[in-house]
């Protein structure tokens, strides 16, 4: 039987069949009553005719389901290497607005100081002080 209804359709991906039109792939979340495209609209019905095909499979790749997260690799530089360039690029931002504060550009040096507030912030996450 025919998948018709958007609010009776398990989660998952599904293909949207309109008779004389290209086939459209469209997604069932959990508690929604309707299904979102992949151009940001949601419908909540379907005409005679239509239907939903699906719930669509995972892809798997070499036997492997494709969702599945790789092990990212280790970083580049140590961790105290990692903090002490974020604190000296904070720092040279720093210094950098102070100067275009001084000179009266306060529009360039309060984006310096929002590099600034950056670097303190990886500085800090680093650090463990979130």
Do not use: H
């Not at 892809?59 to 997260?69: D, I, N, Y």
Request: positive net charge; glycine residues 10%; contains cysteine.
């Amino acid at each position: 039987m025919p998948n018709t209804d958007p609010k009776k359709l398990a989660c998952g991906a599904y293909w949207y069949v309109v008779p004389g039109k290209d086939p459209e792939i469209c997604e069932k979340r959990d508690g929604e009553a309707f299904v979102r495209f992949t151009n940001g609209s949601r419908q909540d019905w379907a005409r005679d005719g239509e239907n939903f095909i699906g719930p669509l499979a995972r892809p798997r790749v070499a036997g492997q389901v494709a969702a599945t997260l790789r092990k990212s690799k280790p970083p580049a530089k140590p961790l105290n290497e990692r903090i002490a360039d974020a604190d000296a690029r904070g720092g040279a931002w720093l210094a950098k607005g102070n100067e275009l504060a001084e000179a009266g550009d306060k529009a360039q040096a309060q984006r310096c100081y929002d590099k600034v507030q950056f670097w303190l912030d990886r500085s800090n996450k680093l650090r463990g002080n979130c």
